[in-house]
């Protein structure tokens, strides 16, 4: 009987506060939130039109307004087949590069920035190394495209240097890979080691110095302390670089250069596609688009808690 | 476990063009097993002092040896040396049974289980076996503490280093943990230096203590004798809480002139003083008496400005002349708790000449320290 009678004095208390939160709502709450929504949708309806297109036939991309859903007959799975079919060559190639290329960066960086940070080596050599990294950040990527392809076609030429590579059957249009990994590696190292160097900084100096005392040396204190505390900068720096470099279009243009080569990366490919002369194939690109944004979203999805852990720190 | 000398140890940290001394011609030789606290006011130099011990700051000059060898250039890793920071410095991603053993690992060869065999006995010896698989931060702050030190005594290093280890700890705790420590420095034997600004762990916990100011050692010495006999004004002055009650005087015709009174000394007194005649007299509030009754020349009259009842004692400030407002010439006394005293009430202080100290005003050296004649219990060596 008790029972019955708490739920009722259960119910009754959550009515009165429902009633109470509404009689407190203003008209600047109910406007801030008219706000909130009109934000929401504003941001979200390109990302709805462009995944219910991808879904359409021909005739409902033409036939039905761009945020409608496709209707049961223009409802096609047909565009995703073929996005998939044009694209999985160039993302098996664009993770050939954006990976080792992110991963390199980011364990680069983060020795740099603790070499930077933790051993007490003189200011005087650090200081001027840690201006030429932050140079690094700034030199604009336009501004490195003619120097980029003169050295890679002529003074580095890995086409005839791994030739022994090429011997093996591997079409030498893979160099073009190796050269996005040195390349993307070199550009990213400087934005790594500033992340890294801040997340350093910030580290317990009595900690690192406990460690000195319990006998490890720099190295170890790198293995041991550094490293398995730098997971959530480690998030940070995956995610950012690995973002980054999958996205890039302008390398891949200058040091690949065709969508028909065997080692073309999903963006080269992705430009071209469903454009022909008979027309914009928009439910195809679309799916492609979604395609080949899949793996930037897998990685924060993979990485999101380290990821804010990191970004908080 | 090792002698620790330290010979005309000098720190200078360099700003811009500025040179800072934070360790002025330091001195001392710490005995094998000797519990040594070293004490002062911030900014003295004694965490350098410490932190160029466990090679975490370089020596400018002057030589360090640990068991006859010159230990100066030796790195941290390599000095056997054992040191517990303030703030504890837990690896926060290792448990605790990790913490502890990272240091062993580290710095020898044994073979893992019988590091994990002295990591579990050294957790006995704390209490903390139950906490062996927690990380740091599922732990209270005076089990942290705990652990700091296990991780310190399970090294079995030559020299422990304890860098204000109890500061973070509540007031309970520290008490708990002060005599813990000491017992256990007791048992291990190990070689200690322990660096505090808390006078009471100074004066309770070493063998002896070191009193730092301005980066210079000011004495080394027992706890007793050290507050008994201070080598200068600001050993005195430090050490006691009240602390020393401390008037200018000028010496003339056997009689210590100050601004509010006039204080005859005895011959063998004055047979200490020398030359000098710019002295300071020095007393400490406990050797003060109340009495009823001017007896002697070494009576003062007094008016009782403030009470601080403290259950056990009092302190109270008197004034030697209360028509003169703020710049009154105030007297700390000490009585007992059942002394009663009222505000405002006229009393009598007696300054017992036996209890007195007399400083040179220059240079601030002690010149006459009290007798100790009806203390000979006090073991002072």
Known sequence: MSDTESRTDGDAAVTARIRQNLEQTTVEDVGLYVVLLVMAAFYLVPIESGLVTSFKTGTAVIETAPFAPPGPSGFTLAKWQAAVDALLRGMGNSLLYAVPATVISAVVGSLMAYGLTIPNWKQAYKAPLLAIIIAGIFIPYQAVLVPLTQFWSQWVELTSLLSFVWALGIPNDYAGIIELIVTHVAYGIPMCTLLFRTYYTNLSEEMIESARLDGASLRRVYRRIVLPLSGPMFAVVLIYQFTQIWNDLLFTLVLVATESSPAAPVVLILAGLGSSLEGQDFALRMAGAFLAALPTLAVYIFFGDEFAEGVAA | ?381
């Open chain 2, 1 to 381: 476990m090792a002698t620790l000398e330290l010979d005309s140890v000098t720190k200078v940290f360099q700003d811009g063009n500025d040179e800072i001394v934070a360790v002025d011609d330091v001195s001392a030789s710490v005995d094998d097993g000797e519990f040594l606290v070293v004490v002062g006011p911030s900014g003295c130099g004694k965490s350098t002092m410490l932190r160029m011990i466990a090679g975490l700051e370089s020596i400018t000059s002057g030589t360090l040896s640990l068991a006859d060898r010159v230990i100066n250039d030796v790195k941290s890793q390599d000095r056997n040396i054992a040191m517990v920071f303030q703030s504890y410095a837990l690896y926060p991603h290792m448990s605790v049974r990790e913490n502890m053993s990272f240091g062993l690992e580290e710095s020898t060869d044994i073979p893992d289980d019988e590091i994990q065999q002295m990591v579990s006995e050294t957790g006995e010896l704390l209490g903390i076996s139950e906490l062996l698989d927690r990380k740091p931060s599922e732990l209270s702050g005076g089990q942290q503490q705990r652990v700091a030190l296990g991780r310190a005594i399970v090294r079995d290093p030559e020299v422990f280093l304890m860098d204000e280890p109890l500061s973070n700890l509540d007031a309970k705790l520290r008490a708990q943990m002060r005599t813990e420590l000491q017992r256990l420095q007791d048992d291990l034997g190990v070689t200690t230096i322990y660096v505090t600004h808390d006078q009471t762990e100074a004066m309770t916990m070493g063998d002896r203590i070191a009193i730092l100011n301005d980066g210079r050692l000011q004495q080394i010495s027992t706890p007793l004798e050290c507050y008994h006999k201070p080598a200068n004004k600001f050993v005195a002055g430090f050490l006691g809480e009240p602390s020393m009650n401390f008037f200018d005087v000028t010496l003339q015709d056997g009689v210590l002139r100050g601004d509010s009174f006039e204080y005859p000394i005895s011959s063998d007194v004055q047979a200490n003083l020398g030359d000098t005649t710019d002295l300071v007299l020095g007393i400490r509030p406990e050797d003060i008496e109340l009495v009823e009754s001017a007896s002697g020349d070494h009576d003062f009259e007094t008016v009782v400005d403030v009470i601080e009842p403290m259950g056990d004692e009092n302190t109270v400030y008197l004034q030697f002349d209360p028509d003169a407002g703020e710049d009154a010439e105030t007297l700390i006394a000490s009585t007992d708790g059942f002394t009663r005293v009222p505000e405002g009430d006229e009393v009598i202080a007696q300054i017992p000449e036996d209890a007195i100290h007399i400083f040179d005003r220059a240079t601030g050296d002690a010149l006459h320290n009290r007798s100790l004649d009806d203390a000979e219990t006090i073991d002072l060596e």
